[in-house]
Structure formats: C-alpha cells, structure tokens
C-alpha cells in the first residue's frame, strides 16, 4: 500500500508467546499476494464465529504483529492488518478489517477497526473511504 510511514516503536514478545504472531504474519504475507477478491474471500470465511474484537484487543494483537515483524512495522500496512485479524480470530475474536484508497493525493491503505475506530493507525486513515470491509460475523 502506499501510506507513508514510520516504523513503529518494537516491544520484545518473550518466546513463548512468540509463535501464534508469527504464524498470524506468516500467513499474512502468503494471503497478501493474492487478489483483492481472494483475500476477501479468506478473511470473510476466517471471520465467521468469532465475536466482535474489542479495542485492547486488537490493540495488543496489532502490538504483537508488529513485535514479531520489521516489515508489518514499518510500510506493510497489508500483510500487518491482515495478521492482526487473524491473530484476533485465533484469540476468538474478529475486528472489522479494511482497506481502501483515495485518489488526490494518492493514498492506498489496509486497516483494522475496533469499536467502530481505527486501531492504533495513522492520522489520516479515518479519511480513506474503504474499498473492502470484511466485518465480524455470526456463525451461519
């Protein structure tokens, strides 16, 4: 995506709680190189069942992505968004992930919210107006 950034300050994960977020990104970049279409797809399958993801939740998910990660701290926005909401669906929990795109200027984003509010993200993304959302959702 193309948001400018700065990497984000990198808190130590102790090892055993080290795995669950390296499997979340590990996955995410796999899930990222697929089609718009596709990863909505994966993550609307992922997200049934789990119950809407608070604030602090996905707050310490996002927080644990980003200790296991130089990439997802820095302009990753896709692969760290994505496994953020993995990583709160493997915790039982789904945030609304998104992503999207405004033209003047040119700025493409991918997200999570939590609480109808974006989670520990840039200024300006409360302005991208979302292309894809996939939202919590109940077991069918």
Do not use: N
């Amino acid at each position: 995506m193309s948001v400018p950034s700065v990497f984000q300050e990198r808190r130590r994960l102790p090892p055993h709680r080290r795995p669950l977020p390296l499997l979340a990104v590990g996955a995410a970049h796999l899930i990222g190189r697929l089609s718009p279409l596709r990863i909505r797809r994966i993550l609307t399958a992922c997200s049934r069942g789990g119950r809407p993801a608070t604030y602090a939740e996905a707050a310490r998910a996002r927080a644990d992505v980003v200790a296991v990660s130089v990439r997802c701290a820095g302009q990753g926005c896709l692969p760290r968004s994505i496994a953020t909401a993995l990583l709160c669906r493997a915790r039982g929990t789904w945030p609304t992930w998104r992503t999207g795109m405004r033209t003047v200027p040119m700025v493409a984003h991918a997200w999570v919210e939590a609480e109808g509010r974006p989670v520990d993200d840039l200024p300006l993304t409360p302005g991208i107006p979302p292309l894809i959302t996939v939202a919590p959702r109940a077991r069918s």
